[in-house]
């Protein structure tokens, strides 16, 4: 069985006060067998490893190598020195303002592993691309360039994050976010055997304590990545509570 996961991103968002939103989100995380992740900005890692124990801390990215004259970049290896357990890559925001291209998310990930972290590979397409019938050849290539040949259920995770979707409060159908899991998952099967059946899965875009539930109740999504909701505990509690629930 794969464990359930709703992994919280902070974004660009956050300070030492706004940890406390940890203490109101533990009694949730502690009440059911879903892993629950925050991933806030790198300089609140420590802090927040620190802070909670029953919410896994990750971080938002990590450079492909692990070490060197990189200013302003931080390896996967400090990341999981500081405590975090987890990394995100290859997020619409980093593909789109940094311009990562689907090998540098691969090497990235790579670098991932390497350090030991479980990595939350991000993949999803434009309104464009979804309205020209492309959403499946989109996702599908991001897989296939994006995921190191070392993958395996142990380190990574797979989120679908339509980018039309993120932070706009437009959600797919339960059918649309049904067909792009169900081919994610006969994919990553095709690629990785028993390990690819294993990957989680998650939903990203406009996930929201009122959307959550039957979100969660279609096949082959294992949890949630969320945006904005993750940052206040209440939001957050009820996404982790249906998530239990489902």
Same mark, same amino acid.
């Given at each position: 069985?794969?464990?359930?996961?709703?992994?919280?991103?902070?974004?660009?968002?956050? &300070?030492?006060?706004?940890? &406390?939103?940890?203490? #109101?989100?533990?009694?949730?995380?502690?009440?059911?067998?879903?892993?629950? +992740?925050?991933?806030?900005?790198?300089?609140?890692?420590?802090?927040?490893? #620190?802070?909670?124990? $029953?919410?896994?801390?990750?971080?938002?990215?990590?450079?492909?190598?692990?070490?060197?004259?990189?200013?302003?970049?931080? &390896?996967?290896?400090?990341?999981?020195?500081?405590?975090?357990?987890?990394?995100?890559?290859?997020?619409? $925001?980093?593909?789109?303002?940094?311009?990562?291209?689907?090998?540098?998310?691969?090497?990235?990930?790579?670098?991932?592993?390497?350090?030991?972290?479980? #990595?939350?590979?991000?993949?999803?397409?434009?309104?464009? $691309?979804?309205?020209?019938?492309?959403?499946?050849?989109?996702?599908?290539?991001?897989?296939?360039?994006?995921?190191?040949?070392?993958?395996?259920?142990? @380190?990574?995770?797979?989120?679908?994050?339509?980018?039309?979707?993120?932070?706009?409060?437009?959600?797919?159908?339960? $059918?649309?976010? #049904?067909?792009?899991?169900?081919?994610?998952?006969?994919?990553?099967?095709?690629?990785?055997?028993?390990?690819?059946?294993?990957?989680?899965?998650?939903?990203?875009?406009?996930?929201?304590?009122?959307?959550?539930?039957?979100?969660?109740?279609?096949?082959?999504?294992?949890?949630? +990545?969320?945006?904005?909701? @993750?940052?206040?505990?209440?939001?957050?509690?009820?996404?982790?509570?249906?998530?239990?629930?489902?």
């Amino acid at each position: 069985m794969r464990r359930k996961m709703a992994a919280g991103n902070w974004k660009m968002n956050g &300070s030492r006060k706004a940890l &406390s939103e940890l203490d #109101a989100m533990a009694p949730h995380a502690a009440a059911g067998a879903a892993e629950v +992740l925050i991933c806030p900005p790198a300089p609140l890692i420590a802090l927040a490893a #620190a802070h909670s124990t $029953e919410i896994a801390i990750g971080a938002q990215d990590c450079h492909n190598k692990p070490s060197g004259a990189h200013t302003g970049d931080t &390896s996967a290896a400090i990341l999981a020195d500081a405590g975090a357990t987890h990394v995100i890559t290859g997020h619409s $925001e980093r593909r789109t303002d940094h311009g990562e291209r689907d090998a540098d998310v691969a090497a990235k990930t790579a670098a991932a592993f390497e350090a030991g972290l479980v #990595a939350i590979v991000c993949v999803g397409e434009t309104l464009a $691309e979804r309205d020209a019938g492309k959403t499946l050849d989109v996702v599908g290539t991001q897989l296939a360039g994006s995921l190191p040949d070392r993958a395996s259920a142990a @380190s990574l995770v797979v989120a679908y994050e339509p980018v039309w979707a993120i932070g706009t409060g437009k959600v797919p159908t339960l $059918e649309q976010i #049904a067909e792009v899991h169900d081919f994610m998952r006969a994919a990553l099967e095709t690629r990785f055997g028993s390990d690819g059946a294993g990957v989680r899965l998650l939903y990203g875009g406009s996930v929201k304590p009122g959307n959550a539930a039957e979100i969660f109740a279609v096949p082959n999504v294992d949890g949630a +990545l969320v945006g904005g909701a @993750s940052l206040k505990a209440d939001d957050f509690g009820a996404i982790i509570d249906a998530l239990n629930a489902a």
